[in-house]
């Protein structure tokens, strides 16, 4: 063999050992799956997506659309409005009051006219005859103990349907888990923390940072600062993210009483959050990058837990960081880049 053949089979089976993820068509699932097909098939895979829209430009009114596409469409082209098609608008049970929303049985009603909805729109796609699966699952449900999985006592319409696993097809979204879910969380945190070890006057520093950042393109600006607003899109949120490193950094003198959070420890939860957040936004994975992808995610939890779990009611309890953590890179590796999922591009 010569010395060319050689270099070229050695940069191949170099590329082989490192996998790219990115449509789901390079994924391990697709692969797997298309050995399954007979002679001849093609695969078809079929993206189901909701999500809260609002209808009018105070964001009062409200509609939960359900959409349907093709993973088989590039990812640029699936996000064009004409590449997605209205299934539905799923129903919106609403509260009379704060206490009704948040007791178990409005909760209740909540998911199983999410189930039952799901079960007309989809019923036609598949035999109600069909053997049920994951009876482990049905079993922590029947028992009444679905706590205990992480699981609502609330019937899955999905148990009933062949083939599908929707513990496993469901994929984390960056979108909800991040920019409207952790970081939310982070910035909530963050002002419990600094208003109980210093004073009410840093949080007000800190909108006054807010304030003092300049216009720039693309960059959503906040004149009157930001903690005034209640509802905030994952665009306001992801501008947040820009500037919030200097928005902290050098915000307070550090103290010298036991259990004092030093001030440097909220600029690096900060720095760390960027550093995950830009890796995840990726179009193209190496393995590699998933690799730097997941350490670059523990080491922002673990800040995240040693500086916030005292100020949560649940301790972190939070199924958004547990999927994010323990769930993201393996569904990189199962079904592509997160690009191809979120339920809008950004």
């Not at 692969?31 to 009062?60: C, M, N, Q, V, W």
């Not at 003198?253 to 959050?273: A, M, Q």
Request: net charge positive.
């Amino acid at each position: 063999m010569d010395r060319m053949k050689l270099i070229n089979l050695l940069n191949k089976e170099k590329t082989n050992n490192n996998r790219n993820y990115n449509e789901q068509y390079t994924s391990n699932w697709w692969a797997r799956t298309e050995k399954t097909l007979p002679t001849g098939s093609y695969l078809l895979s079929i993206i189901l997506y909701s999500d809260t829209s609002t209808t009018d430009s105070l964001g009062k009114n409200t509609l939960h659309p359900i959409f349907v596409t093709l993973d088989n469409i590039i990812t640029w082209r699936r996000n064009k409005p004409d590449v997605k098609q209205l299934l539905a608008y799923l129903p919106i049970i609403k509260a009379k009051d704060d206490t009704q929303k948040i007791s178990e049985e409005h909760k209740n009603i909540v998911r199983r006219t999410f189930h039952k909805s799901l079960k007309f729109l989809l019923s036609s796609l598949y035999d109600d005859n069909e053997p049920r699966s994951y009876n482990n699952m049905k079993l922590y449900y029947k028992n009444n103990t679905g706590k205990n999985v992480s699981i609502e006592n609330i019937r899955n319409f999905f148990w009933s349907v062949l083939n599908i696993n929707i513990y496993a097809i469901t994929v984390p979204d960056r979108m909800h888990h991040l920019d409207l879910g952790l970081f939310q969380h982070q910035l909530n945190f963050t002002k419990i923390l600094i208003n109980k070890q210093c004073k009410k006057s840093f949080i007000d520093k800190m909108n006054n940072h807010v304030k003092l950042i300049p216009r720039y393109k693309d960059l959503k600006s906040f004149p009157n600062g930001f903690l005034h607003l209640t509802l905030l899109t994952a665009s306001e949120y992801r501008s947040l993210m820009k500037i919030m490193i200097f928005i902290v950094d050098e915000l307070y003198e550090d103290s010298g009483s036991p259990n004092f959070i030093k001030n440097n420890k909220i600029t690096e939860v900060y720095l760390k959050w960027n550093k995950m957040y830009l890796l995840s936004r990726k179009e193209n994975y190496e393995e590699s990058d998933v690799t730097l992808l997941q350490e670059s995610i523990n080491e922002w939890a673990k800040l995240f837990i040693e500086l916030f779990k005292e100020h949560s009611k649940s301790e972190l309890q939070f199924p958004k960081l547990h999927s994010w953590v323990f769930h993201i890179c393996s569904s990189i590796r199962e079904f592509g880049a997160i690009n191809g999922f979120v339920a809008k591009p950004s």
